[in-house]
């Protein structure tokens, strides 16, 4: 069955802290996307990275960066210097290439960034 | 990225009463769209998966004749929340893609609240 844990459901951290969000998913297909989304307290989801199942190279943009393990089934996002904007839920997520587009959503880990 | 829109952005009724939330993909077609719901401090639940033209496909779980889900055109889904109660009350939120292998954009999320 296609699962995706964040385990971690807060984390506070002091603006110019870097900080790592972990994601781990399970899937039994071979063929998948893996999706990072941040959602501000507005409610608006903010697409970040698609990433697909044959991909494993790491990404970065600007301050942000994602560390791809088919080994060990993760997907973890770090935020380099921190920032107080950077707060809000970050919400990793796995598709499955042939479910149709459906999204399975992890639970979400809440960043409160304090000054 | 391509545009989503909802509308209304938030909505309050009374209990028993029916409520229709409109999805639009502004600068594309959309033959699949997607509809959430989010829980105070929880993650996205995918509620159902509707196709242009066809009957939607719910996940298992949410009742059918309650939330009704039309998908009459390309540019355009509705979600009708029917005889609303309080434990209805929730984000809703929509995502519309040009087809199962492409990038899912979200609308900004209805907030329903019922009395």
């Known amino acids: 069955a296609q699962k995706v844990t964040q385990a971690q459901t807060e984390i506070s951290v002091v603006e110019k802290e870097d900080v790592t969000l972990d994601c781990v998913y399970e899937t039994r297909d071979t063929t998948y996307y893996l999706f990072w989304y941040k959602q501000p307290p507005s409610g608006e989801l903010v697409f970040l990275i698609r990433r697909n199942s044959f991909d494993e190279q790491n990404e970065i943009s600007g301050r942000y960066s994602w560390n791809f393990q088919k080994s060990t089934s993760s997907f973890n996002f770090t935020i380099t210097a921190s920032q107080v904007v950077d707060s809000a839920v970050y919400f990793c997520?796995?598709?499955?290439?042939?479910?149709?587009?459906?999204?399975?959503f992890g639970q979400g880990t809440e960043l409160s960034v304090k000054p | 990225g391509a545009v989503v829109s909802q509308h209304p952005s938030w909505v309050i009724c009374k209990s028993g009463t029916s409520v229709k939330i409109e999805c639009r993909s502004l600068?594309?077609?959309?033959?699949?769209m997607f509809w959430y719901r989010q829980f105070p401090k929880q993650s996205l639940m995918l509620m159902a998966t509707?196709?242009?033209?066809?009957?939607?496909?719910?996940e298992q779980g949410v009742e059918k004749d309650k939330f009704l889900i039309n998908h009459a055109s390309l540019t355009l889904s509705t979600l009708t929340v029917t005889s609303a109660h309080p434990e209805d009350s929730s984000f809703y939120i929509c995502?519309?893609?040009?087809?199962?292998?492409?990038?899912?954009?979200f609308g900004p999320g209805t907030r329903l609240t019922v009395t």
């Open positions: 600068d594309f077609q959309a033959t699949t």
């Open positions: 997520a796995l598709s499955e290439a042939f479910q149709g587009g459906k999204l399975i």
């Open positions: 509707s196709n242009e033209g066809s009957k939607a496909t719910y």
């Open positions: 995502s519309a893609s040009a087809g199962v292998l492409y990038e899912q954009y």
